[in-house]
């Protein structure tokens, strides 16, 4: 079982950066497959970021070169580093762990970027 907590959240204007953090507590924090994903008001939920138990990394076309992902197994936490922020990236913001089948969502975190 793992239950991920989301952080990091806020109001920034367009251009600035946020730091999302996950904590997901559990011993199978290290086997698992983290993802970041948001949804937009009105919007269906969309896969932003993930980093495999190995550390190999993956993201959407409108996070490349702008998001980084990044996890630290001690600390059973997963990073999201978003630059360069564009009103679009408006969203809330859930963490996901991925163990074999089993999907485990965090509550989310609210993303809003100004213009």
């Known amino acids: 079982q793992l239950q991920p907590v989301e952080s990091g959240g806020g109001l920034v204007q367009a251009g600035g950066s946020l730091r999302l953090a996950c904590v997901a507590s559990g011993t199978l924090f290290s086997v698992a497959s983290m993802k970041w994903y948001r949804q937009a008001q009105g919007k269906q939920r969309e896969l932003v970021a993930i980093v495999g138990s190995g550390h190999v990394t993956d993201y959407a076309d409108f996070a490349k070169g702008r998001f980084t992902i990044s996890r630290d197994n001690a600390k059973n936490t997963v990073v999201l580093q978003m630059n360069r922020l564009k009103p679009e990236d408006t969203a809330v913001y859930y963490c996901?762990?991925?163990?074999?089948?089993?999907?485990?969502w965090g509550q989310g975190t609210q993303v809003t970027v100004s213009s």
């Open positions: 996901r762990a991925d163990v074999g089948q089993r999907e485990f």
